[in-house]
């Protein structure tokens, strides 16, 4: 065997090469491994806002399903109680014209001619005969029975058919949706757990900032609202005291408007009159349904959320308002979208405590109003019942069921 050639070292020019092309991959490679930022606190608040509105816009989709499925399981089992009560029907209607068939055959073996002939005693072969006829009649009543009560099974049957597979697609919706929130939560969570505490605590010294402002926000409202009305009825009665005058053939006085020095960036009321409300329905009566209804949101105030609950331990929603016009002797559908359906819609100015108060342009959040531009609402997951300002929240309206 000849000697293996030992391979020539790499020349200098090559050695180069290669040492500045490893040298410009660690620079590249360290230019490009640089760490994510870090995202802000609001970015974070923002993201957990979205996803739990998200989260309760299917919960109040699964409240819907979860309905619907315990509607088509009573429907189902009353179908399916019908199917049993008539397959008993037929199975006794079989039995009887088995009984009435075999006493058929028997009775008409030979021919009827035949029979009268042979038969030492007509008259009485007359009598069975006629017994006979009777029979017959029976048979065809029996037959007729028989299948009108068939055809009556078979129709109950395909509709217990239709209504199970009814059932099993709200199923499937019911778990989509189960899921789906499931996961906006796990994804708030994941959020949140990567702040540390103190971030945590200036989100939720932001979010009680948002409720103040709110709160303030409608308080000044309200007084301006209170002061229009004032002057409006100042001018009224100055008005009528006028016409009084002049009618008793005096000369009225110049009315000199006093002066009015308005708050530091607030608006001038509107100089039109507003269109009076028609079918405004009259307020609920102190003691009577209003207070049941909001006597008991009080009693829930720290209870936590719970998805799809409905108490007593955890409400949604939802299923804070249906519970609380249960106290009072009402029934409300279970969802916010259905219950907004129902009653009387009431303007954002003539609200009285026990209605209900609408928000986010799907209607998937309600409360109970109290008073004051307030509601008590159950939030979302991880909070608890709590009083709350509705301007706090994009208002859509209210009813009064």
Same mark, same amino acid.
């Given at each position: 065997?000849?000697?293996?050639?030992?391979?020539?070292?790499?020349?200098?020019?090559?050695?180069?090469?290669?040492?500045?092309?490893?040298? &410009?991959?660690?620079? %590249?490679?360290?230019?490009?491994?640089?760490?994510?930022?870090?995202?802000? %606190?609001?970015?974070?608040?923002?993201?957990?806002?979205?996803?739990?509105?998200?989260?309760?816009?299917?919960?109040?989709?699964?409240?819907?399903?979860?309905?619907?499925?315990?509607?088509?399981?009573?429907?189902?089992?009353?179908?399916?109680?019908?199917?049993?009560?008539?397959?008993?029907?037929?199975?006794?209607?079989?039995?009887?014209?088995?009984?009435?068939?075999?006493?058929?055959?028997?009775?008409?073996?030979?021919? $009827?001619?035949?029979? %009268?002939?042979?038969?030492?005693?007509?008259?009485?072969?007359l009598g069975r005969a006629a017994v006979q006829d009777q029979v017959a009649g029976s048979w065809t009543d029996l037959l007729k029975r028989a299948q009108d009560e068939q055809r009556k099974l078979d129709q109950e049957r395909t509709e217990a058919a239709a209504t199970l597979a009814d059932l099993d697609a709200v199923g499937a919706s019911l778990n989509a949706q189960k899921n789906?929130?499931? &996961?906006?939560?796990?994804? =708030?969570?994941?959020?949140? @757990? #990567?702040?540390?505490?103190?971030?945590?605590?200036?989100?939720?010294?932001?979010?009680?900032?948002?409720? /103040?402002?709110?709160? /303030?926000?409608?308080?000044?409202?309200?007084?301006?609202?209170?002061?229009?009305?004032?002057?409006?009825?100042?001018?009224? *009665?100055?008005?009528?005291?006028?016409?009084?005058? +002049?009618? *008793?053939?005096? !000369?009225?006085?110049?009315?000199?408007?006093?002066?009015?020095?308005?708050?530091?960036?607030?608006?001038?009321?509107?100089? =039109?009159?507003?269109?009076?409300?028609?079918? !405004?329905?009259?307020?609920?009566?102190?003691?009577?349904?209003?207070?049941?209804?909001?006597?008991?949101?009080?009693?829930?105030?720290? #209870? $936590?959320?719970?998805? =799809? *609950?409905?108490?007593?331990?955890?409400?949604?929603?939802?299923? %804070? !308002?249906?519970?609380?016009?249960?106290? +009072? @002797?009402?029934?409300?559908?279970?969802? &916010?979208?259905?219950?907004? #359906?129902?009653?009387?819609?009431?303007?954002?100015?003539?609200?009285?405590?026990?209605?209900?108060?609408?928000f986010y342009p799907d209607l998937h959040h309600v409360g109970v109003y109290i008073g004051d531009g307030k509601m008590i609402h159950a939030p979302r997951t991880g909070k608890n019942i709590e009083v709350l300002p509705i301007g706090v929240m994009p208002y859509m309206g209210a009813v009064r069921p």
């Amino acid at each position: 065997m000849g000697k293996r050639r030992k391979p020539s070292p790499p020349s200098r020019a090559r050695m180069a090469v290669l040492t500045t092309a490893v040298a &410009s991959g660690a620079v %590249l490679a360290s230019g490009t491994a640089h760490a994510e930022p870090a995202p802000t %606190l609001a970015s974070v608040k923002e993201q957990v806002d979205r996803l739990n509105e998200e989260a309760e816009q299917a919960i109040e989709r699964f409240n819907g399903f979860q309905e619907k499925q315990q509607k088509l399981q009573g429907e189902a089992n009353r179908i399916q109680e019908k199917v049993a009560r008539g397959q008993e029907a037929m199975n006794e209607l079989r039995t009887q014209l088995g009984v009435v068939g075999a006493e058929q055959y028997r009775n008409n073996g030979i021919d $009827p001619g035949i029979q %009268l002939m042979l038969d030492s005693d007509p008259a009485s072969y007359l009598g069975r005969a006629a017994v006979q006829d009777q029979v017959a009649g029976s048979w065809t009543d029996l037959l007729k029975r028989a299948q009108d009560e068939q055809r009556k099974l078979d129709q109950e049957r395909t509709e217990a058919a239709a209504t199970l597979a009814d059932l099993d697609a709200v199923g499937a919706s019911l778990n989509a949706q189960k899921n789906q929130i499931q &996961s906006k939560l796990a994804q =708030s969570e994941a959020l949140l @757990n #990567k702040l540390s505490a103190e971030e945590r605590a200036k989100i939720n010294a932001q979010e009680a900032a948002d409720k /103040a402002k709110a709160a /303030a926000q409608q308080a000044a409202a309200a007084e301006r609202a209170k002061a229009a009305d004032k002057e409006a009825a100042d001018k009224a *009665k100055a008005a009528a005291a006028a016409k009084e005058t +002049a009618g *008793k053939g005096g !000369t009225p006085a110049p009315q000199t408007a006093a002066p009015q020095t308005p708050a530091a960036n607030t608006p001038a009321p509107a100089a =039109s009159t507003p269109a009076p409300v028609t079918n !405004t329905p009259a307020p609920p009566a102190a003691g009577g349904r209003a207070a049941a209804i909001v006597q008991f949101a009080h009693a829930q105030l720290g #209870k $936590p959320y719970g998805w =799809s *609950k409905t108490g007593p331990s955890s409400f949604d929603c939802s299923g %804070l !308002t249906g519970a609380a016009y249960r106290a +009072a @002797n009402v029934s409300l559908p279970r969802t &916010s979208q259905e219950q907004w #359906k129902i009653g009387t819609r009431i303007g954002r100015g003539d609200l009285q405590p026990g209605d209900l108060v609408f928000f986010y342009p799907d209607l998937h959040h309600v409360g109970v109003y109290i008073g004051d531009g307030k509601m008590i609402h159950a939030p979302r997951t991880g909070k608890n019942i709590e009083v709350l300002p509705i301007g706090v929240m994009p208002y859509m309206g209210a009813v009064r069921p």
